[in-house]
């Protein structure tokens, strides 16, 4: 079975600067998916980013990155240049490469400080 | 907005009832998810639909079923209702869902309190 483990139940981070956030997964599949959502008190789950984990590549968006570690089976999220829009839930989310099962970690719940 | 409708937005209802929860997802999205996010954690997936079809299962009770209609808006069933069945529950839609980095977007979720 597959887990998703956050391991920061709550960070804070001063507006402009960088924050990472951590998520490591367990799977014993070569291929799968991975993503970072974010869930501001709106409660609406949005996507940030998303990693296909044949890729070496480190995927971006903006001031959103990842650092994928398959080997590790780490998957952080840096959050570059924090704006206070950015406080939110996070949640690190593992699927299947047939896409038959989702996982979601419990969150980090990131408050940027003004 | 993600396009994705859910009602009721709120549900309040007692112990042992039974409840429907529908959601209507994006214009041409054939694929719908439900989960569940109880307080305070993350989401627990429940089931997938892709175009009517039962296509994956997660930790969904027995108590609980889904469907999705031909129109492709699905329906999510809770029924003997308890206490710890109070969440948040959300619906997404995807176009393929067929194992692809496609994205899920999500609905505004319907609240749930059993009271």
């Known amino acids: 079975a597959q887990t998703v483990t956050q391991s920061q139940p709550e960070m804070s981070v001063q507006e402009a600067e960088t924050v990472t956030l951590s998520c490591t997964y367990d799977?014993?599949?070569?291929?799968?998916?991975l993503f970072w959502y974010k869930q501001p008190p709106s409660r609406q789950m949005i996507l940030v980013i998303r990693?296909?984990?044949?890729?070496?590549q480190n995927a971006t968006e903006n001031r959103f990155s990842v650092n994928f570690q398959k080997a590790a089976k780490s998957f952080s999220l840096k959050i570059s240049d924090s704006q206070l829009g950015d406080t939110a839930m996070y949640f690190c989310?593992?699927?299947?490469?047939?896409?038959?099962?989702?996982?979601f970690g419990t969150g980090t719940s990131l408050t940027v400080i003004p | 907005d993600s396009g994705v409708t859910q009602t009721p937005k709120h549900l309040i209802t007692a112990t042992g009832q039974r409840v429907t929860l529908r959601c209507s997802p994006r214009?041409?999205?054939?694929?719908v998810y439900w989960y569940q996010q109880s307080l305070d954690q993350g989401l627990q997936f429940l089931i997938q639909?892709?175009?009517?079809?039962?296509?994956a299962k997660g930790n969904i009770l027995e108590r609980f079923s889904a469907q999705q209609f031909p129109d492709l808006h699905s329906e999510l069933n809770l029924s003997s209702l308890e206490l710890g069945d109070s969440a948040l529950y959300f619906c997404?839609?995807?176009?393929?869902?067929?194992?692809?980095?496609?994205?899920?977007?999500f609905g505004p979720g319907t609240r749930l309190t059993v009271t």
């Open positions: 997404a839609s995807s176009e393929l869902g067929e194992g692809s980095l496609d994205e899920q977007y």
């Open positions: 799977t014993s599949e070569n291929n799968y998916y």
């Open positions: 990693q296909e984990a044949y890729k070496q």
């Open positions: 989310a593992f699927m299947t490469f047939t896409g038959n099962q989702f996982y």
């Open positions: 214009s041409g999205d054939l694929s």
């Open positions: 639909y892709y175009n009517g079809e039962e296509r």
